[in-house]
């Protein structure tokens, strides 16, 4: 419930007015004024829009603004994406209204940028609370000044006056007599200068001295210190080493801090609380409001600086894993992930607590990854690296693993400049083949989620080879039963897969063995033992809760959707997922839309889901992404587009060498021939038989959707041997384009797709109304456009948009 916002009925008015007027309202005034308060108020009585809001008071860059702006709104970026970008897109469209409270103007220099991002949509609305404005202009100013305090002879009256007497009454102070001491609350009414928060310190002091004893402050700092010197020993220092954290904290932290029990530190809050020093934010953590913390901080003394630094590195140490590959999604630090973060970086800046640093960071990964906080994951351990070296072996690892996490949050292959650096660390660790033989796993995984498989495959067997005996054997092994499974080699894929998994019950990795399971289950549905698929899918997913393995648990879940629609998934945020998580996950919603018969909104995902894989290079997934959008699409009737995006899917699986994916291509291809009654239909089928035969594979999924009756052979020249000619995706778009009689464009040589985004860029349409009537997102017409442009070497709409009249 908010508290009252007295006296500030105009102010109301003027924000909603300038609300109804502007894009960009900008409420200016000094600390103290109470400007956050007001637009939570507006923005709480206006039911017609929802907000976001962004605590900006510790925000020092636009990069920060923007993070925590996305993040707000339940975004973020694709790989490839500016950070501008995908905020205007995110906003854009949207009845959200976008708060940036405490925002420091001057610092970020953050005018520009929400300018350009209003100019560049129709629908954006920001709301900045800052002690300046931008002077910009999109910007509108509403400014909000003290309250009026009563003149010497008017009445004491009025807004000043209630929340001064409330705010005694909430403190527990004695009834006030505004005629016997009339004088006493005109004097002090008077010093706060009539700032709301200066009024509640004052009020406080005398609620807890008298209303005689309490100090004339005639600044905000000057409460604050009295309020300080009012305190007990303890709860001064609370306040003083608290005001030294950017960020809120919870009981167990605090309580390190102040170098005392929980219930202690909880009496301790409770006393600041209670006295205004302190704010109770949500999940029981404290917060400071930005001009007491400044006012804390100036009054703490070096040995409050010690003591934060020794009680957070000392709570961090008590909470991260004792093992670097133990840590499980329900770890009761990830509450206080800030405090996390900042005591490693901290200890990480000092030379002396550096390797202590290192070791804490490399102890939580496991904790961050399973929970799929690749970006947080980023944050700490690139903080870290940039500290400096820290010990060989653990700096090694911790490179390692900032590499694994930029990979899902920029892309694959982002992180390998950070594989780089760890095999420098490894240099000079006291086991050199043992972090070189990690890493050598570690860009096996990348080269698999690109789907380069013949790379994938060298550097897990080189990562074996390196340290046939240590601790990498599994990870590596299972990579290879990854491999081969895509490559449809099921015999040497399951004994891989039984080889990764741990002889004995262990804490030590325990995704390992989820995910060769969660392979033998894909093998059995490969080759057709549909109940065997189900039941070691299930298990997976049923043992993966109850540790806490979120990731591979959802991967797993994804398969099993797929097998079992009674399954009752798990309801997560798609956004908040890792790219090689979410594309799986939204890939799958896209089959469940084209099960329920909505295959228009299934070709729509589906599209997403290839603009993003193609630009995170996330080769196996999008190969699947596409066979979604081709089965939609061939619901829909497009057999145009179907076919080019078929054919696509063709080239990337032969050169991926995804023979089964292959098949599963062709036998749409052969559908889509069939129904455009093309000689090659039968031919197509009999491909997608041949290669399915020698791995004792079957039909399933889309492709059991399409029963075009084989050839008795398929063509020579499409084969060799098990797999897919050099020459069979050029033979095979030939026959689907040898009856193309138009005369030659200089638009030849756009995909479907792209041709139907550049007829609507030529129609004067934008991206956003583009997106609306292909049922796609803003992204990927965006990606279209960007494809476009290189392609026809051009850079801007109106080019495009006389390309598209010329050739018409």
């Known amino acids: 419930m908010l508290s009252p916002c007295l006296g500030r009925d105009d102010d109301r008015r003027a924000l909603d007015e300038a609300l109804e007027e502007s894009r960009w309202v900008t409420v200016v005034g000094p600390p103290g004024s109470g400007k956050t308060l007001l637009v939570r108020h507006v923005v709480a009585a206006s039911p017609a829009s929802t907000s976001a809001w962004v605590d900006a008071r510790n925000l020092h860059t636009i990069d920060d603004v923007l993070v925590a702006a996305l993040e707000s709104l339940d975004s973020e970026t694709a790989p490839g994406d500016s950070l501008t970008g995908a905020l205007g897109r995110a906003v854009d469209g949207r009845a959200c209204l976008l708060v940036l409270d405490g925002l420091d103007l001057d610092t970020t220099d953050a005018g520009p940028v929400l300018q350009a991002v ?26 909000v000044g003290p309250l009026p305090v009563p003149a010497r002879l008017a009445p004491l009256e009025g807004p000043a006056v209630e929340l001064f007497l409330r705010r005694i009454r909430a403190a527990g102070g004695q009834q006030v007599d505004l005629t016997d001491q009339a004088h006493e609350v005109r004097r002090l009414l008077r010093a706060t200068g009539g700032l709301p928060l200066l009024i509640e310190q004052v009020a406080v002091q005398s609620a807890l001295v008298g209303l005689s004893n309490a100090m004339s402050a005639v600044s905000l700092d000057q409460a604050v210190d009295s309020a300080h010197d009012l305190l007990d020993e303890a709860s001064a220092a609370a306040l003083r080493r608290i005001g030294l954290l950017d960020f809120k904290v919870g009981l167990g932290v605090l309580a390190h801090v102040l170098d005392v029990p929980v219930p202690e530190a909880a009496e301790i809050a409770g006393n600041l609380v209670r006295r205004s020093l302190l704010e109770v934010a949500g999940q029981g953590h404290f917060d400071m409001l930005s001009p007491i913390r400044g006012r804390a901080r100036d009054l703490a003394r070096p040995d409050d ?262 399954w009752v998934p798990t309801d997560v945020v798609r956004e908040t997922l890792p790219w090689a998580v979410r594309l799986p996950v939204l890939a799958q919603d896209g089959r469940d839309l084209l099960v329920r018969g909505d295959a228009r909104r299934a070709a729509g995902l589906a599209a997403d889901v290839v603009a993003l894989a193609d630009s995170a290079r996330l080769g196996r997934d999008g190969v699947d992404a596409r066979l979604l959008l081709g089965r939609a699409l061939v619901d829909l009737g497009d057999l145009d587009q179907a076919t080019t995006t078929y054919l696509t899917a063709l080239d990337h699986c032969r050169t991926m060498r995804l023979p089964l994916r292959a098949a599963d291509v062709l036998d749409g291809l052969a559908a889509v021939a069939r129904m455009r009654d093309m000689p090659e239909a039968r031919s197509l089928a009999a491909a997608a038989f041949a290669l399915r035969t020698p791995r004792k594979a079957v039909r399933w999924g889309y492709s059991a959707d399409f029963d075009v009756v084989p050839a008795s052979r398929a063509p020579e020249e499409w084969l060799d041997g098990d797999d897919l000619s050099a020459d069979s995706v050029a033979l095979v778009t030939a026959a689907f384009t040898r009856t193309a009689s138009t005369r030659p464009s200089v638009l030849d040589s756009l995909t479907a797709a792209e041709r139907q985004v550049a007829e609507r860029v030529a129609h004067g349409l934008t991206s956003r109304q583009i997106a609306e009537e292909l049922y796609v997102s803003p992204r990927t017409v965006d990606a279209h456009l960007t494809h476009i442009y290189r392609k026809l070497d051009i850079n801007t709409r109106a080019r495009l948009a006389a390309l598209v009249v010329d050739n018409r």
């Open 305 to 566: 600086v010690a003591a934060v630094r020794t009680g957070l590195l000392a709570w961090a140490e008590a909470h991260a894993p004792a093992h670097d590959n133990f840590g499980a999604a329900d770890a009761e630090w990830l509450g206080d992930l800030p405090a996390m973060r900042h005591a490693v970086l901290m200890a990480c800046a000092e030379p002396a607590t550096r390797a202590q640093g290192y070791s804490v960071a490399n102890r939580i990964f496991s904790s961050l990854y399973t929970s799929m906080r690749a970006r947080e994951a980023v944050e700490i351990l690139e903080g870290a690296l940039a500290s400096g070296d820290g010990p060989p072996s653990i700096g090694a690892q911790v490179a390692r693993r900032a590499g694994i996490a930029a990979s899902e949050m920029r892309g694959t292959y982002e992180g390998l400049w950070l594989l780089d650096r760890s095999d420098q660390h490894a240099s000079s660790a006291p086991r050199p083949e043992e972090q070189l033989a990690k890493t050598a796993s570690i860009r096996a995984e990348m080269h698999l989620d690109a789907g380069d498989l013949a790379k994938a495959e060298a550097e897990a067997k080189r990562a074996l080879s390196l340290d046939p005996d240590g601790s990498i054997s599994r990870q590596a092994t299972r990579t290879l039963a990854d491999v081969y499974t895509s490559q449809g080699r099921f015999d040497e894929a399951t004994r891989a897969a039984t080889d990764a998994m741990p002889a004995r019950t262990t804490r030590d990795e325990r995704w390992i063995g989820l995910s060769a399971r969660t392979l033998l289950a894909r093998i059995a549905l490969e080759q057709g033992r549909i109940a065997e698929a189900v039941a070691g899918t299930r298990a997976v997913v049923v043992e993966a809760r109850e540790l806490a393995e979120d990731r591979v648990g959802l991967l797993a879940e994804t398969l099993l959707r797929d097998l079992d629609p009674t």
């Open 118 to 143: 209003l100019e560049a949509t129709n629908d954006a609305r920001v709301v900045v609370t800052a002690l300046t404005t931008a002077g910009q202009p999109a910007e509108s100013v509403v400014r």
